[in-house]
């Protein structure tokens, strides 16, 4: 028996919604994350539910191929810069490297203007193909950032492995964030090591104003969250 996960994948019954990235200090908008959402359930439903059946790859290539399709297909020129998420094993499965030649052949003017997140919930047992494929991710000219700081298995490992272009800190940074001191002692530690690295910090779940002020005190660059902007349906 079919799972819903495998009706779901072949008819492609998802679509996408976008959540802006913003400067800290006068926020203004600087790129748009792009969600993938169905009827079938929240996204945890649907990923993991992928993973059971052994179709993460196929789901997370063809929602990729989807979301640009949508994106590009009124725009002369894009302006925005696009966050998109991928998992781990996504990027080290055998034909990843031949899916993302293709991505970067069938939207070329995409170039410079896409951030592939890479989710912190997996472990990851090949750092070396990581590096690699990620390499030539970096060479068709995709810029690289870590999901969810903070929350997955061994992100500091990861940050130094591949060097991403930003790093973005799990929500549980930005939760009361105000009043923690140690909160803010371990962001201004990364924002450190993010400068040394030249890398950009994006703080993520950031659904009060004073949280957002304290961020902006601490030098945070940018921000995501609920008080900023919420998900929204992808319009063309």
Not at 52 to 69: C, D, F, M
Not at 197 to 211: I, P, Y
């Amino acid at each position: 028996m079919d799972s819903v996960i495998d009706t779901l994948i072949e008819e492609e019954n998802f679509h996408h919604y976008a959540q802006g990235l913003f400067h800290t200090t006068d926020q203004t908008k600087v790129g748009i994350e792009l969600l993938l959402r169905s009827n079938l359930g929240n996204p945890d439903f649907i990923f993991g539910e992928a993973k059971r059946v052994n179709r993460l790859y196929e789901l997370e290539t063809k929602s990729i191929i989807k979301l640009l399709t949508t994106y590009t297909s009124k725009k002369s020129k894009i302006v925005d810069h696009l966050f998109i998420n991928l998992y781990p094993s996504t990027i080290l499965h055998p034909n990843f490297p031949d899916f993302i030649r293709k991505v970067s052949n069938q939207f070329p003017q995409t170039a410079n203007r896409i951030t592939f997140e890479v989710i912190e919930s997996e472990k990851v047992d090949n750092i070396p193909l990581l590096k690699e494929n990620i390499q030539l991710m970096k060479s068709l000219n995709y810029w690289i950032a870590i999901d969810d700081v903070g929350k997955g298995w061994s992100s500091l490992n990861i940050i130094i492995e591949i060097e991403p272009h930003y790093i973005k800190l799990d929500h549980y940074f930005s939760i009361n964030l105000s009043k923690s001191a140690l909160k803010q002692k371990m962001i201004e530690s990364l924002l450190d090591y993010a400068q040394f690295s030249n890398a950009k910090v994006v703080l993520e779940g950031v659904e009060q104003e004073n949280d957002l002020s304290i961020a902006k005190e601490l030098g945070i660059p940018l921000c995501q969250g609920y008080f900023l902007e919420k998900p929204q349906p992808l319009s063309l």
